[in-house]
């Protein structure tokens, strides 16, 4: 599976940006998705996953109820809404894929990640 992150942007605190991930090689709906974020000097977090049809989201504390990820199998993609953004979002943001089918936190879990695409929030 290939994964191509794409969205992001300079948004001000309080501001909206949605990503997608456009995935493409073996069938996509085989695959649990999850995103990512790393900040400069910090490991990569979770931040928010679903199942390989979209059911079960679950999101890290810092975003629930401001992140929504959701996904379209018949576009082979997956998105990342985000509002009500802070600066602490500013994060290089990566999609991922897992074989497990079922939602994961991991990062190990993942098998395929996208290049990553990088999120400003000023304030």
């Known amino acids: 599976v290939q994964l191509q992150a794409s969205g992001g942007g300079l948004v001000q605190a309080g501001g909206s940006l949605r990503l997608s991930c456009a995935a493409s090689g073996r069938a996509f709906t085989d695959y649990a998705v999850g995103w990512f974020r790393q900040a400069p000097g910090k490991e990569r977090q979770f931040v928010a996953t679903t199942a390989w049809f979209g059911g079960n989201p679950r999101y890290a504390d810092s975003v629930q109820g401001r992140f929504t990820i959701s996904r379209d199998n018949a576009k082979n993609t997956v998105y990342l809404q985000m509002n009500s953004l802070r600066p602490e979002d500013t994060a290089v943001y990566y999609c991922?894929?897992?074989?497990?089918?079922?939602?994961?936190?991991?990062?190990?879990?993942?098998?395929?990640w996208g290049q990553g695409t990088q999120v400003t929030v000023s304030s």
């Open positions: 991922a894929a897992a074989n497990t089918g079922q939602p994961v936190t991991r990062t190990q879990r993942y098998n395929y």
